[in-house]
């Protein structure tokens, strides 16, 4: 699959990113997210000139939306979503590769991640992408009405130049770089994950929303937007 990441995200395609994480959201977003599309949308278009956004493209289609926003000078987060179809099909790691290199090129040196507690699958990538797990925040924030935990990762940008070797940003090529599973690389222990060796999208898998967010299947709503297609000649900016 040819891979492309294109910045900015197309803002008329925001209704869609939403219908992609309808069917498993309750198990992905607390209690203080946004609730409904009109919601989200409002959301994304507000923090417009606070985040950078990507969009990501598997054989042509819009298939995930990235970004990322600065938390302080030297430390930033970041966001993944994917559309149902590309989820298990190896489209989130070499995008998460080219996104998270143009964001340890803007400055930071660190980035943090606050997956729901029991989101191993994004454990599993971004342990795979060189990220450590810190910690967890107890009764963090509220989820379907109950606290729950949610777990820290970091990457620093020095791990991260590590586990990718000579990988670097080329803009909007993503099929340049390996998007296959890193299966050599290093996975959470069995006392940290249950189940280490699971990439999100596969069977069986929660996702999470916070600090990196992995959308998993999901029916589609009515909406303005529909999906842009690089083939249709809506082609993105490049950075």
Same mark, same amino acid.
């Given at each position: ?40 949308? &409002?959301?994304?278009? %507000?923090?417009? #000139? ?9 054989? #042509? ?14 430390? /930033?987060? %970041? ?11 190896? +489209? ?8 998270? *290199? ?13 997956? +729901?507690?029991?989101?191993? *699958? ?6 795979? +992408? ?8 107890? =009764? ?8 729950? &935990? ?12 590590? %586990?990718? /070797?000579?990988?670097?940003?080329? $803009?909007?090529?993503? =099929? ?5 599973? &890193? =299966?050599?690389?290093?996975?959470? $222990? ?32 009515? /909406?303005?937007? *529909? ?13």
């Amino acid at each position: 699959m040819e891979i492309e990441v294109i910045s900015p995200f197309p803002t008329e395609s925001l209704p869609r990113v939403w219908a992609w994480s309808e069917r498993f959201r309750h198990q992905m977003s607390d209690d203080f997210s946004p609730q409904t599309q009109g919601e989200f949308v &409002d959301a994304m278009l %507000a923090a417009d #000139g606070l985040q950078k956004t990507w969009a990501v493209y598997g054989d #042509g289609e819009l298939g995930g939306m990235i970004t990322y926003q600065r938390l302080s000078p030297w430390v /930033g987060t %970041a966001h993944i979503f994917v559309k149902p179809k590309f989820q298990g099909k190896g +489209l989130a790691p070499p995008a998460l590769k080219i996104a998270f *290199a143009e964001m340890f090129a803007d400055g930071i040196g660190k980035l943090s991640f606050y997956p +729901l507690a029991g989101n191993w *699958a994004v454990g599993s990538l971004l342990i795979n +992408l060189g990220a450590k797990r810190e910690g967890c925040l107890r =009764s963090q924030t509220i989820a379907g009405g109950k606290p729950i &935990d949610m777990h820290i990762y970091g990457l620093l940008k020095e791990e991260f130049e590590h %586990a990718m /070797g000579t990988t670097r940003s080329r $803009g909007d090529r993503g =099929s340049e770089l390996d998007s296959g599973r &890193d =299966s050599g690389r290093q996975k959470e $222990g069995a006392d940290q994950h249950d189940h280490p060796n699971l990439e999100p999208g596969d069977e069986g898998t929660p996702a999470a929303t916070h600090g990196l967010q992995l959308e998993p299947d999901a029916g589609s709503i009515g /909406g303005p937007a *529909a999906d842009v297609d690089r083939q249709s000649g809506q082609d993105q900016p490049g950075v």
